[in-house]
């Protein structure tokens, strides 16, 4: 899989670059919508949570430490919930290149987690302007975010991989992974702070394997603190252990799914 990816990398590269430039094509701005939408959004919840709701952070003294806890996680969840759902229909979406091609089945869903692992820098890169304004301080651990936010984007990919492959058998399962998704927020403390959660509940937090990427970027820039080591292991664990998945249920019904869509 590895070298079929590097040997179409040239393709894979400039289809991600070309949906993030045309994913606004027709309107004034075009690509700049990529940076005016993320901002716009922190825009949005600074106002909502600092003047209405009056949300506040106990480690940020500002009024706006809320607003960069949820960006911390959301922005994230964003990329990852996009990485998974596009990457679910991919095949389907991409059939009659597929039939044509003599291209990897999964070339064309390393394209879409590639596209969003882009976008997921772009708005991070955002995200550290803004956190330095909320928090007054620059951390040194913000150079592991590129790396857990590519270790998510890998989680993503095998997913993807297994999902796309799935789907083509069973047409439902793109609406099934959007619910799956939706449902898989709500479990994880993006929109809430993990301290409101009772005692009962955070056991839930050990066996949700998005929670060690999501809690390390909290952590990282809203606390300014080192992810935990355990963490960093969950991640590069779940990331190896989706993409193998991924690979060999691919692999398995590989000689089936041009036939298939």
Known sequence: MFKALYQYRDYIISNALGELRYRYAGSSLGFFWNIVNPVLQIIVYTFVFSNIMKAKMDMIDSTSGF??????????????????????????????????????????????????????????????????????????????????????MLSGFGLAMLLATANVFFQDTVQIVNVV???????????????????????????????????????????????????????????????????LFTKRNISEIRDMI
């Open 181 to 247: 998704l939706m449902i898989w927020m709500w479990l994880t403390p993006i929109v809430y702070a993990e301290s409101i959660l009772p005692p009962r509940f955070m056991g839930i937090m050990d066996i949700n394997p998005i929670y060690p990427y999501i809690h390390s970027l909290q952590q990282i820039i809203v606390s300014g603190q080192m992810p935990q080591m355990e963490h960093i292991l969950k991640m590069a664990v779940f990331a190896i252990i989706s993409i193998c998945m991924g690979y």
């Open 67 to 152: 607003s960069l806890y949820l960006c911390a996680g959301m922005f994230a969840w964003i990329s990852f919930q996009e990485c998974v759902a596009r990457g679910t229909g991919v095949y389907t979406e991409c059939s009659s290149f597929l039939k044509k091609l003599p291209v990897p089945e999964y070339v064309f869903v390393a394209q879409k987690s590639l596209s969003s692992f882009l976008s997921c820098l772009i708005n991070y890169m955002i995200i550290w302007f803004y956190g330095i304004v909320v928090t007054n301080r620059i951390s040194a651990y913000w150079v592991m975010v590129p790396l857990i936010l590519l270790l998510m």
